[in-house]
Structures are given as C-alpha cells and as structure tokens.
C-alpha cells in the first residue's frame, strides 16, 4: 500500500494522518484474515476455532471502519472496492466455491491470492491520494502481484516446515511435491523479472503523466 502512496504523492503530495490510518487498515485487515483461515478445525489446535473466527472477524470489522473513515476523507469509491476485496479474502479463507479460489493449483486461487495481497493494496494506496486511479498504477500494481503470487505458489509445498515454525498445530494433510516446487521456483524467476518490468512500466507512465500535468 505505501508504494501506492508514494506513486500517488508524486502528483498528490503526501499526507501522514492518511498513510498511518491506512496501516492501521491493512494491519487489521490482514491479521483479521489469518486469523479466520486458522479458525477452521483442523488447524492452530490449540486456540478455540469459535474463538479464533471471532477474532478474526472483529478485527476485519475495524479494518473495515478505516476503510470508511478513509473514503470520508478521500473517495466514497474506496468502500466497494474494498468490500470486493474483502468477499475476495473471504473467499480465499473460507473456502467459498468449493475452494476454487483458494486452491493454489488453479489460477483462479493463485490469482486471487496474488490479487488481494499484491495488486489492490498498491491500487488503495494510490485511490487514497489521487481519489481515482490511472492507467500507471494500474500497469505498476502487476509487479507486487506477481512478486506475492509467486511466493504464496512455493510455499504451499512447504507447509508443514511454515506452520512448525510458527508452532502451530495442526491435523490436515499438507502433501510436499518437490518436485513440483523446483518447477515453481524456477517459473518463479521469470514471473519476477517480468514484475520488474511491469514496475518500470508503469512508473514511467506515471512519470509522463506527472510531466504533463
């Protein structure tokens, strides 16, 4: 989201009370989501799945009074754009759809995934600013994309070694395909070069748009 911004105050100026209030937003937007994707009943054993969704649900309800709070002072666009984010991030978590946009093996839940943790939060952080969006953000955004895409791609055969790490518990299978993360991780290299180049795509755009205005 702050690369948003910066992008944005590039033509905008930058505002402080804005950046720190949109942290705040993403933060507990964020956490909230982890803490619904541990509420479900074969994982972090040791915390009340109840409690757990309960949590997580309260700290998604803040995060969306920020948003609110946000577009008061911005842009009304700002609260269904990201009521789709959440219903995106809500469909990840909960398995919505059978699963089709979680499911990392697909694109639809690779995509999703990539989308709500790469592309909008560059995309918010520029409609908090500017109060719309431009074609250079929009083409800058496909960077952060790939880049959190990628990531979330090769750690899904690493699973088990994240969740010891982080000590939780847990009683699901999390198969491990080497192979296939090899694969991953070298189709991995590409997707980040072409986010680089997505990057200095669109910051020129938005530089050239910045030169004209």
Not at 175 to 197: C, E, G, H, W, Y
Request: aromatic fraction near 14%.
């Amino acid at each position: 989201m702050t690369l948003g911004l910066l992008i944005a105050s590039l033509h905008h100026g930058w505002d402080w009370t804005i950046w720190v209030v949109a942290m705040a937003h993403m933060w507990f937007y964020d956490e909230g989501m982890k803490s619904v994707d541990l509420s479900a009943d074969d994982i972090n054993l040791d915390v009340n799945s109840d409690i757990q969704f309960a949590i997580g649900a309260l700290m998604i309800l803040i995060g969306f009074s920020l948003a609110v709070v946000l577009a008061s002072w911005t842009t009304i666009w700002y609260v269904p754009f990201v009521l789709f984010l959440t219903s995106l991030g809500l469909a990840y978590n909960l398995e919505w759809f059978g699963g089709v946009f979680h499911d990392r093996q697909y694109v639809t839940g690779w995509g999703n995934l990539a989308f709500c943790l790469g592309w909008a939060p560059a995309v918010c952080g520029y409609m908090l600013l500017a109060q719309n969006v431009s074609l250079g953000i929009v083409v800058f955004a496909i960077g952060p994309m790939l880049v959190k895409g990628t990531m979330g791609w090769i750690e899904e055969d690493m699973k088990d070694t994240l969740y010891e790490m982080k000590g939780i518990k847990y009683d699901r299978a999390t198969p491990t395909d080497v192979d296939r993360m090899k694969r991953r991780s070298l189709n991995s290299q590409v997707l980040n070069i072409a986010s680089f180049v997505f990057m200095a795509i669109g910051l020129m755009i938005e530089l050239d748009h910045v030169a004209v205005a």
